[in-house]
């Protein structure tokens, strides 16, 4: 089955930026046929939606948590979404997973961000 693979976090500065990426576990996906979204989880709390981007016109949605510090943007020759983190604060470090738009296929392993002086 199709599973999504995570990559790009690290440690960072509070005010620092991060690229995330996204791509599928197979060349099968469809990748552009699927409305994509962003999710992130502090240990024991509920996932999180951070952002949404659309399969055919491309349209953003992001969490007002984020807005204006984040963008999400997707590759569809190259099947990869990505997260540009721009301003980060500490309050964004968390695991951050991507996934179909409403989270319906297997979930990755995630990628940490930290964010900390």
């Known amino acids: 089955q199709v599973q999504f693979v995570e990559s790009g976090g690290g440690l960072v500065q509070p005010g620092g930026s991060l690229r995330l990426s996204c791509a599928a576990s197979t060349s099968r996906f469809a990748f552009s046929s699927f409305s994509m979204s962003w999710y992130r989880q502090v240990s024991g709390k509920e996932r999180e939606l951070v952002a949404t981007i659309t399969s055919a016109r491309g349209t953003t949605i992001y969490a007002d948590s984020v807005k204006g510090r984040f963008t999400i943007s997707r590759d569809n020759a190259k099947k990869t979404m990505y997260l540009q983190m721009n301003s980060l604060k500490p309050e964004d470090t968390a695991v951050y997973y991507c996934?179909?738009?409403?989270?319906?296929?297997?979930w990755g392993q995630g990628t940490q961000v930290t964010v900390s002086s």
């Open positions: 996934n179909v738009a409403g989270g319906g296929l297997a």
